[in-house]
């Protein structure tokens, strides 16, 4: 069984930086992307980052050149360095595997 958790969030000036990492236990087959959403209160969920298990990356346009995702070999460990961070930037993060196990979320909040 698949199981996720993230560490890394905090609280930081816009214009800053941040890394999250996500630890991933259990089997992941080759055919599942592991990737990072963001939720904010009464919004939907949506899709910041994903990267796939031969290392094809994929970017919201809102963090393209600012959000970096990467995996280790084992894809035992998952990180998201965010740099350049705004206010819009501020919600709730998620780890997931395949979209569907996801982590407990950490959060990131970004002041002016």
């Known amino acids: 069984q698949v199981q996720l958790a993230e560490s890394g969030g905090g609280s930081v000036q816009a214009g800053g930086s941040l890394k999250l990492s996500c630890r991933v236990s259990?089997?992941?087959?080759?055919?599942?992307?592991l990737g990072w959403y963001r939720q904010t209160p009464g919004q939907e969920r949506e899709m910041v980052s994903r990267?796939?298990?031969?290392?094809?990356?994929y970017y919201a346009d809102s963090v393209k050149g600012r959000f970096t995702i990467s995996q280790d070999n084992t894809r035992g460990n998952l990180a998201l360095k965010m740099d350049s961070l705004a206010t819009e930037d501020t919600a709730v993060y998620y780890c997931?595997?395949?979209?569907?196990?996801w982590g407990q979320g950490t959060q990131v909040s970004v002041s002016s």
């Open positions: 990267i796939s298990s031969g290392g094809t990356t």
């Open positions: 997931t595997a395949c979209s569907k196990v």
């Open positions: 259990g089997y992941i087959g080759w055919w599942c992307e």
